[in-house]
């Protein structure tokens, strides 16, 4: 094995640079490293004014995803030796506007994720001395995937529709969605189909499918976009049926 | 409420021409377009005219026509403002991909159930 | 609640999608086929109305016809889309267990045995079709 | 610039948010900011793994779990706080369950609970193994609701501005365009995390810093029990990725350079093929950490390139065991540090992992500055005392993040405007990150990453597992030149957009700040209790240390140290007998 490894890393800062550019940098080739050890490598020793975000380093936070050779990832999960012998290029976050460096502004996201109402909606209000609601292992199951998301956006920069029309409300927000229309505790699904119907909703999506490929936590937004457009069809032909009436 | 979208119902004739169009289409393009031309088989020209005119067969084609043809609109529709990046013709696209399956299903109806 | 200060507008750089994204990866090439497909459905459409009405408008067109298909063009244009509808169907097919979760007494049918259930239906209805118009 | 709010939150994680929603429902007509240097639901309290404890069990009582919590504190504990506490943890967890929050069920659909170490009753929730992820999110989600709450993503607090005792607000820079803003504030609620980054090997994620900690210590409230540094014996050395106690539960052994199971020296039992509770490999966990140390001490580690470590094996219990018994750790352990725990030995050390000190606060989260308040692992109530009990951390953010945000609201509405002093403050505070972000002149040279990497092996050496009066002396100075060196730190990044460089130098004076009150806290306590051993001081003394430390920031910018002694209600100072 070499003892060092070549990463290419785009660089962006918009008071100089018009536009990205990519520069090289050598750090250690170990067994266990892996980019984001790389990365940090670079600021701590050679250069630091590189700029990127991480935290937990354990795959958790969702806060270090980049573009490594081209595929969405989470750098604290990517080794070096897997892209061994380089250079491996480390970029932002396809489909996302590029704050500097290697951070991306995903406050389009966070903007979008509070139209779906991800909270759990009740008719009525249950007292905490009534204690908990019940819900069997099987009910938890029905959204426990969609649950697992830990906002990474690696689906939205995977998405080839996000990146034409950044209106659409993307993977992520409508499998959140769905993890709270399938939730026993739940009454808000009413709510949330005025939000999700509309063309940017799940219409935009064309099934490309690449949001669940490169989901690192298997939440599959895909099948959860694909599941409320039947869903969403068939509430359309209800209100048609019984209009004013409906669940 | 949703009343006034036609989303969902472009979507729900575009699944079922999907589901149409995989289940149907392989084997009679392979028939019509193949086999019969290249003599693979050869049925005589009363027996086809017997077998495609029976009613069932008729209303089976024609349901397969339009719902492949309204499959076809709505992909090719979203082919064009994706592949090519079209969106921002997104009515005259629209108009032209169902406007073609609404008169490609007129015509397969002319056939199917006049003609034949 | 109200995101404030996220977002830093003007100064971010923005990239375009290529007009060629769909030629960077393999998975969005399979992808821009997939949706191509549906144009040969529509020839498929186009050629079976065709099939029908020379069948229907007596021999002689009918035998004008298969002289028209038979022309090594049209055949080779029909290959081209048999692979395309083949195509289609594989990919439909490997899809609709995604799309539509089946559940069969609260239990979820694995998305094998539902692919293979789809396989089985294409082989009767393939079947059927032979049968209805060869004999 | 200034912005004016009723209450501001530092931090957006568990407790943050928790407290965030408390204000909003107490009082929906104040405006809340929360401020965060990530987006909330990044926050620390992510990456928790086991659960949260609440009594909930038909077999169980709200005795039983004071009584483990007080004893597991080694009698450090406030024991009103650990009532209180125990009483509304389950309420606290039954709200999250309305909010949503994925809690695993028993088959006929109540919340199920799993035993946990110290916890002599089942009364830890969990939500598979992802438990601080599920709460956090949930949390974050349900804050989306409510639209008093303001929140400022990737924004960092520098400075609490105090006037005459008096909380005025705080200032901020914004990371994404480096705009610095005064955000004045009636009260404001410290909910920063801990500072397990003060030390080399460490759980903790990259923010963990002590920020808060160390605003308030330079406001003018003092930090509490900071000596009390709790380790977790098996970490993976380089990543700090956590291996949960199941892993040696089932079977695993703990072995030294020459394949040994070297607990057997130290006096924690026989080498038993199977595991044998509370017996070699699952002895207390302070207990192995120490022997850890001796086994480096006497040359028996392993050496790495991340310092000496042990061998964790599991290949024993073959790929079938490990995987439908602790997948998850080999998950970890494949996917963030590329190696095979049914193939391969897994390098292992003792590494930080929780704060038990922090903010001196009241039950309501109240500090002695006026108006402002703290709660979750930045705060120091007490009920985690010498040592924490894991599972306990996760229901206190609930438990006094809701109280310091109803406390901060009823305090808020009675609370007038800023003073003009404290503006003027705040002004200063703007003149000193804009001199930090332009350059100074002239640049120093000593690089921040060095100084990061020598402070944490200082605090390592000086106040690791086993203190002594002269190691922590030792780390003292060192500290104290450190301070000066800090002022050398070389910023090359003059950019006002996303300036991580600044970041780092801005969370290294605060780990300065924060080592400081750690060492200076050790070395006053002469006598071993809970997590805080000296070898010169080996036994007890409830005579004369049966009281918290507290560490306040003089005039000239010493730390001094103080003593408030212990709230005792109805358990009396006994032994501490080590739990499963
Ligand atoms: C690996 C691991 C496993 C654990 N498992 C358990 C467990 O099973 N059970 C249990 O009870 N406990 C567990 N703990 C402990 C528990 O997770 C933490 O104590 C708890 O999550 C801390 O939450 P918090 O809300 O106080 O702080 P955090 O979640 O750390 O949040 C701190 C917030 O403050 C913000 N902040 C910090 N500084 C600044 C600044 N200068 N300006 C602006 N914002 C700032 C951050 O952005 C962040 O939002 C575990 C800890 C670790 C490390
Ligand atoms: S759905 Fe998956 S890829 Fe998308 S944000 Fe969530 S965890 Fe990341
Ligand atoms: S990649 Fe995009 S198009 Fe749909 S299936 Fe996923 S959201
Ligand atoms: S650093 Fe948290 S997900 Fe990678």
Known sequence: MADSITLRVTRYQPEVDDEPRAQDFDVPL????????GLNYIKDRLDGTLSYRWSCRMGIC????????????????????????????????????VVRDLVVDIGDFLEKLPRVSPWIVRDDDIPVDEGESLQTPEELADYKQYSMCINCMLCYSACPVYGLDPDFIGPAAIALAQRYNLDSRDDGAAKRLDVLIHPDGVWGCTFVGECTTAC?????????????????????????VSPGGGP | MPNREVEPFAWMAFSAGGVAAAMFAPILLFLFGLALPLGWVSPDHAGLLDALGHPLTRLALLGVCAAALFHFAHRFRYTLYDGLQLARFGTVITAGCYGLAVLGSAAAAYILLLVL | MTGTGTGTGQRAYRPRMSLWWWARKRSYTLFILRELSSVFVAWFVLFTLLTV??????????????????NPLVVALNVLALAFLLFHTVTWFNLTPKAMPVKVRGRRVPSTVVIAAQWLGFVVVSAFVVWLVVS | MTTAHDVVLVGGGGAG???????????????????????????HTVSAEGGAAGVIGADDSLDEHIYDTISGSDWLADQDAVEMFVEEAPRELIRLEHWGCPWSREPDGRVAVRPFGGMKKQRTWFAADKTGFHMLHTLFQTSLKYGTIHRYDEWFVTKLVVDDGVIQGVVAIELSTGRIETMTAKAVILATGGCGRVFPFTTNAAIKTGDGMSLAYRAGAPLKDMEFVQYHPTGLPFTGILITEAARAEGGWLLNKDGYRYLQDYDLGKPEPTPVLRSMELGPRDRLSQAFVHEVEEGRAIDTPYGPAVHLDLRHLGAKVIDAKIPFVRELCLKYQNVD?????VQVRPVVHYMMGGVHTDIHGATPVKGLYAAGEVACVSINGANRLGSNSLPELLVFGARAGRAAAEYAAGASGPTRAGLRQADDEHRRIWRELRGREPNGNERIADL????????????????????????VDTLHEFQGRRDQARIEDHSHTFNTELLTFLELSAMLDVAETIVYSALRREESRGAHQRTDY???????????????????????????????????????????
């Open chain 1, 30 to 37: 170990r067994e266990n490293w892996v980019v984001l050890d």
């Open chain 1, 62 to 97: 969702g806060s270090c995803g980049m573009m490594v050779d081209g595929e969405p990832a989470l750098t604290c999960a990517t080794f070096l030796v897997d892209h061994a012998p380089g250079p491996i290029r480390v970029e932002p976050l396809a489909n996302f506007p």
């Open chain 1, 216 to 240: 690192p936590k298997d939440v599959d937004p895909a099948g959860a976009i694909q599941r409320y457009k039947l869903t969403a069809a068939m509430e359309t032909i209800k209100s048609y």
């Open chain 3, 53 to 70: 009405w020379s069948v229907a408008r007596g021999e002689e067109r009918y035998e004008q016809f298969l002289d028209f298909a038979s």
């Open chain 4, 17 to 43: 948010l928790r407290a965030a929603i408390a204000i909003a429902e107490a009082r929906p007509e104040l405006d809340v900011a929360v401020v965060s240097k990530v987006y909330p639901m990044r926050s």
């Open chain 4, 341 to 345: 725990p049914a193939a391969e030995l």
């Open chain 4, 452 to 475: 990061r990497e020598q402070m944490q092996h200082t605090m390592e050496g000086g106040a690791g597992i086993y203190r002594t009066g002269d190691s922590l002396t030792k780390a």
């Open chain 4, 538 to 580: 080996s036994a007890r003394d409830n005579d004369r240390f049966l009281a918290h430390s507290l560490a306040h920031r003089a005039s000239d910018g010493s730390c001094q140290i103080r003593y408030l002694p212990v709230t005792i209600t109805r358990w009396p100072v006994g032994e501490r007998v080590y739990g499963r």
